[in-house]
Structure formats: structure tokens, C-alpha cells
């Protein structure tokens, strides 16, 4: 190439959503679990916020966000790890992840139009 010329590099197609498409997924989400009842599901691990500090001053905590498979909106907060059913180990989650969880629902509220559950005492059934 000769001195001085410049040649842009290809560009590959990115598919950005549009505000009414995200609209439209948050539309789709719906409650699961029953309020105060133990519910048993496979999630994945969407997004773990930054630390945020604990009001009781005993470490940080993190907001987890989950899905699962129908698309619901499923938030828990947590330390960097988590219980582990049937074994004295803990399980550290990073976005991403499929796990199996059994939690109690705390509540179900709409959030910009989006339907969430928040659960409480989350206990790692399995990995995926």
C-alpha cells in the first residue's frame, strides 16, 4: 500500500435492538413462584452487579439478575457465593452460568414493563 493512503477495514454487521424491540421482550416476561412459597428452577446468569456494600457492614453484596428459559425476569441478592445443596462447598457464579436453584419468592413487582421475581435464600441445586 502506498505511503499516505488508507484503507477503512470492514465493517461486520452488528444487530443492535431498537428501544420497542427491548420493549417487547420485557413485555414477554412473566412472574414465577407463588409469593412466600418455595420455588425450584433452571436459570442462567444474565448480569452480577458491582459490589455494593451491606448494610449490616458484613461484607458486599451483589444483585444477581437471572432468566430462564420462557424469558421471566428473576433477580436475588447474594455474597460472591452461593450454598451448595447437600455439600458443606460453596459455588461462586459468573455471567453466564446455568444453574438449578430453589429459593422462597420474596415478591413479584413490574419494573418498566417488565414482569420480575425476587427471591430470597437461593440454595445451587446443580451446575450446568
Given at each position: 500500500?502506498?505511503?499516505?493512503?488508507?484503507?477503512?477495514?470492514?465493517?461486520?454487521?452488528?444487530?443492535?435492538?431498537?428501544?420497542?424491540?427491548?420493549?417487547?421482550?420485557?413485555?414477554?416476561?412473566?412472574?414465577?413462584?407463588?409469593?412466600?412459597?418455595?420455588?425450584?428452577?433452571?436459570?442462567?446468569?444474565?448480569?452480577?452487579?458491582?459490589?455494593?456494600?451491606?448494610?449490616?457492614?458484613?461484607?458486599?453484596?451483589?444483585?444477581?439478575?437471572?432468566?430462564?428459559?420462557?424469558?421471566?425476569?428473576?433477580?436475588?441478592?447474594?455474597?460472591?457465593?452461593?450454598?451448595?445443596?447437600?455439600?458443606?462447598?460453596?459455588?461462586?457464579?459468573?455471567?453466564?452460568?446455568?444453574?438449578?436453584?430453589?429459593?422462597?419468592?420474596?415478591?413479584?413487582?413490574?419494573?418498566?414493563?417488565e414482569k420480575q421475581t425476587?427471591?430470597?435464600?437461593?440454595?445451587?441445586?446443580?451446575?450446568?
Amino acid at each position: 500500500m502506498p505511503r499516505g493512503s488508507y484503507t477503512a477495514p470492514v465493517a461486520t454487521e452488528r444487530t443492535e435492538l431498537t428501544d420497542a424491540d427491548k420493549a417487547a421482550l420485557r413485555a414477554q416476561s412473566e412472574f414465577v413462584g407463588t409469593v412466600n412459597a418455595t420455588w425450584e428452577g433452571d436459570v442462567r446468569v444474565n448480569h452480577i452487579s458491582d459490589p455494593v456494600p451491606s448494610q449490616f457492614g458484613k461484607g458486599d453484596r451483589y444483585l444477581y439478575l437471572l432468566g430462564d428459559d420462557d424469558r421471566n425476569a428473576i433477580r436475588t441478592w447474594g455474597g460472591r457465593t452461593f450454598a451448595q445443596e447437600g455439600s458443606p462447598l460453596k459455588v461462586a457464579l459468573s455471567k453466564g452460568d446455568r444453574v438449578r436453584i430453589r429459593a422462597i419468592v420474596q415478591k413479584q413487582e413490574e419494573y418498566k414493563g417488565e414482569k420480575q421475581t425476587t427471591l430470597v435464600k437461593p440454595v445451587i441445586l446443580a451446575v450446568s
